[in-house]
């Protein structure tokens, strides 16, 4: 922004401000010191959180922290008298602050400031329309910002309050809560007379409106309690909160794959192809690996949704077994307690089922290839361009791109044929997941890549039925955690704030209207590269552990703060066994002593 336009927000700020208040003013604002939390403030995305320090007068101050588009907004609807003048005024720390009011019936007024130093005051003012009996005033940052500081916020001028003035509703009564299944509950109350909306409170998840006296909370954790309120709005302002009433979403079947082991070691073994790893027989695949995912099935074409499967070619493999051989291999994997899954995809395998016809030739192909060798179920290990958003397609809770919803639709079909047995485990990319905390597809406006947190949609429409989500930690660039931090693979601190993530949940895009839900922690495993040769972001022995330590018991967490303690997190998945034989086994051998095994 420039000088000149800087100087005239200041000079506008100035020239706004009416008289200097009557004695008999009073203050406006509710909880303008931040002494009672958010308490009558509503924070766009999530963005504002009360802090003990820095502060500028009492205990509490504000602080907001703009995250992709967002740039977070903390706004209090206020009841004024019309025709009157009133002065805004707080006290604010950070770069690119602003302080201002919007629906004043003349010209709304702001101000702001640019330096990142001490407190500052920042003082507007504007005068009320003859029919004005509302205003919002709000603070925000910046996009790209740091976070910024908010404290002792005031508006003063004359007091609303008198006969005939408008008044705040009276708070709901009979507030009633109901689970209708493992993702949702639903809410009734009393209506209250006068109010012309309703505003919900759900925990410490940020509060939305609904203009009727009812509402559907959509997107929780399954077997997992929740804790509503409710407020009634009217122009005057919100009433006090309902009384508090709880519900319990349903257990939605808890996945598929219940005979894994609490701690599991995932493996990608190259069935099909030769590397520079070697070739591995099924038959010689150790006995520390729990899940055994056969790399790869792979598509005749890209849109055709025909996968095929075939064992390593003599040409490439000089030791490969015959079929007969690998099928009694895999019985025998099975018979030791063991899962044998195919996997779909991989980086050369692009898979996009545009239409019906891909996705019901996908369901038949893949059925194909689990009956053949007598698999236990499917990895889904989409990458590269197989997963975009159509533009517009905005809302990861109702996907309507064709090949995310043929694909969720093909995965619930295989699942309801194979029954409650099927193992399904996703091994999707960064981009694809946690990306989606900043980015979802091609973004409100376009001009996003479209793959940004694409696998969103699917991954929450199988929640119900998913064994293992083992979302890869490496080939990564650096992705913002739940600290609107970026990290870096390649250390402890990656895995941590990426693992965090998904067992916490998050706003998508940092929209709190559409809150990604945490996953069980039975349901996560890491992904990590066996050595430095399988894949960029290789983690030592010992900084694996760390991030165990971190995820399971809450130590050696480094400077990331994790939202939970997750004992039961399910283990580790690595691309690839025959990687970890070539570097003599350490990965395997490092889960195996770190969980017993």
């Known amino acids: ?306 996968i095929r499967f075939r064992l390593c070619p003599v040409a490439e493999c000089p030791t490969v077994e015959a079929e007969a051989e690998f099928k009694a291999a895999i019985k025998a994997k099975q018979a030791a307690g063991k899962k044998v899954l195919i996997s779909i995809g991989g980086q050369n395998g692009q898979v996009q089922l545009g239409t019906t016809a891909a996705r019901d030739t996908f369901v038949s192909s893949v059925g194909k290839i689990i009956d053949e060798y007598g698999l236990d179920g499917l990895d889904i290990d989409f990458e590269g361009h197989s997963l975009s958003l159509a533009t517009g397609d905005t809302d990861f809770r109702a996907p309507t791109t064709p090949g995310i919803v043929n694909l969720i639709s093909a995965v619930k079909t295989l699942k309801a044929k194979y029954g409650p047995g099927f193992v399904l485990t996703m091994a999707p990319e960064t981009f694809f997941v946690q990306l989606g905390y900043q980015y979802y597809g091609s973004g409100p406006w376009g001009g996003q890549d479209p793959r940004a947190g694409a696998y969103l949609p699917v991954i929450h429409a199988l929640r119900d039925d998913l064994t293992l989500l083992h979302v890869q930690d490496y080939n990564s660039g650096s992705i913002m955690g739940l600290d609107n931090q970026y990290h870096s693979m390649g250390g402890a601190d990656f895995h941590i704030a990426m693992t965090d993530m998904l067992l916490t949940g998050f706003p998508v895009a940092g929209n709190t209207a559409r809150v990604f839900p945490p996953l069980r922690p039975d349901q996560v495993a890491i992904g990590l590269p066996a050595t430095t040769n399988a894949g960029n972001g290789h983690t030592a022995p010992a900084e694996v552990n760390k991030a165990l330590d971190c995820l399971t018991k809450k130590t050696n967490c480094g400077g990331y703060q994790t939202h939970g303690t997750w004992p039961a997190l399910r283990g580790l998945m690595t691309w690839s066994i025959n990687w970890d034989r070539f570097g003599g086994w350490e990965f395997s051998r490092n889960f195996d002593s770190y969980f017993g095994g």
């Not at 201002?100 to 330096?115: F, K, L, N, P, R």
């Not at 925990?203 to 954790?221: E, K, M, N, Q, R």
């Not at 073994?269 to 030769?274: I, V």
């Open 1 to 306: 922004m420039s000088f000149v336009t800087a100087a005239a927000l200041a000079v506008a700020g100035f020239l706004a401000a009416g008289p200097p208040a009557a004695a008999a003013d009073a203050d406006l604002i509710r909880n303008g010191g931040f002494e009672a939390g958010l308490d009558g403030w509503n924070c766009s995305a999530g963005s504002g959180a009360t802090v003990t320090t820095p502060v500028h007068g009492g205990s509490s101050a504000l602080k907001a922290t703009p995250v992709g588009q967002d740039n977070a907004r903390c706004s209090q609807t206020v009841t004024v008298k019309p025709d009157s003048t009133y002065t805004l005024t707080a006290w604010v720390q950070g770069a690119y602050v602003y302080l201002g009011a919007s629906g004043t019936g003349t010209t709304d007024a702001s101000t702001w400031t640019q330096s990142a130093g001490a407190w500052k005051q920042l003082t507007t003012g504007f005068r009320t329309g003859p029919s004005t009996t509302s205003v919002t005033v709000y603070t925000h940052g910046w996009y790209g910002q740091s976070a910024h500081f908010t404290d002792d916020l005031t508006l003063v001028g004359p007091d609303p309050g008198g006969p005939g003035l408008p008044q705040p509703p009276v708070a709901p009564t009979g507030l009633t809560a109901t689970a209708t299944s493992s993702s949702a509950i639903s809410l009734s109350w009393t209506a209250v007379p006068g109010a012309t909306s309703y505003t919900v409170y759900r925990d410490g998840a940020a509060p939305f409106s609904v203009s009727s006296a009812s509402a559907a909370v959509t997107s929780l954790a399954a077997s997992t309690t929740y804790t509503f309120r409710v407020g009634a709005v009217n122009a005057a302002g919100e009433s006090p909160k309902s009384a508090p009433v709880s519900a319990t979403t349903t257990s939605g079947g808890g996945g598929g794959g219940g005979e894994l082991p609490a701690h599991a070691l995932v493996g990608y073994l190259h069935a099909s192809f030769a590397n520079g790893s070697g070739h591995l027989r099924m038959a010689d695949v150790p006995a520390s690996w729990d899940v055994i995912n056969l790399a790869f099935g792979e598509p005749t074409s890209v849109t055709s949704g025909d």
